[in-house]
């Protein structure tokens, strides 16, 4: 079993809609979860991160984290054609090596 | 410069040739990290380095890699007797602390 798994997509969404993207990670223990953006030929950014149950929101961004399920989400509101990327979720447990999914990709259609 | 630094952004090179990739993180940030992304593929770690501290080589996928942090500051990843398989982007990270990292740039090698 993969340690952070994410559906690889691609995802389609229409300008102005919700794109909601899911994560699935294995260790229970981890504390910290990191949702970065990496567009087509660059390094991976940092978007948003949670470290508590429930929603976290930054702009048109939200991150909902639900530990006992082991679930953590990230939600694009209003999505724009600048949104078509790959997503990461990344999973920090005790230690610090952040375990990255294999990201999902997101297609905005203008 | 206010990011992390990576050189070359590309390289090409013969199988069974030498590599080494340089990074230079972040002022102040303690913490390196290199992870490498084959195309199309997630994030696969390869080595840590945290201040004074015995490097993490757990990722390393074969004794033809190597790492070294000078000072504290600069580090240089070492790739031995290139195989094709080793073509990806090689990202290097900073970290101010455990948590959140910075990457780089990448550099793109290519073994042909």
């Known amino acids: 079993q993969k340690e952070v798994e994410q559906n690889s997509g691609p995802l389609s969404v229409p300008e102005g809609a919700i794109a909601s993207l899911n994560c699935t990670y294995s260790?229970?223990?981890?504390?910290?979860f990191f949702w970065y953006r990496q567009y087509s030929g660059k390094s991976p950014e940092l978007i948003m991160s949670i470290y508590s149950n429930g929603d976290k929101e930054d702009g048109r961004f939200t991150a909902q984290l639900n530990k006992a399920s082991q679930y953590v989400s990230l939600l694009i509101r209003d999505s724009q054609p600048s949104d078509s990327a790959t997503y990461l979720c990344?999973?920090?447990?005790?230690?610090?090596?952040?375990?990255f999914g294999a990201g999902t990709t997101v297609t905005v259609r203008a | 410069g206010a990011g992390v630094s990576q050189s070359p952004s590309n390289k090409v090179t013969e199988k069974g040739k030498d590599v080494e990739l340089r990074c230079d993180p972040i002022?102040?940030?303690?913490?390196l990290y290199w992870y490498r992304q084959s195309l199309g593929q997630g994030l696969e770690f390869l080595i840590y380095f945290q201040g004074n501290s015995a490097p993490d080589k757990s990722g390393l996928p074969s004794d033809r890699f190597s790492a070294e942090r000078t000072g504290g500051s600069v580090s240089t990843l070492t790739i031995q007797r290139t195989q094709q398989e080793d073509s990806a982007v090689y990202l290097c990270?900073?970290?101010?602390?455990?948590?959140?990292?910075?990457f780089g740039e990448g550099s793109w090698l290519t073994v042909v």
């Open positions: 990344a999973v920090n447990g005790n230690d610090y090596k952040l375990s």
């Open positions: 002022s102040g940030h303690t913490a």
């Open positions: 260790d229970r223990g981890s504390q910290s």
């Open positions: 990270a900073s970290s101010p602390r455990k948590n959140t990292i910075y």
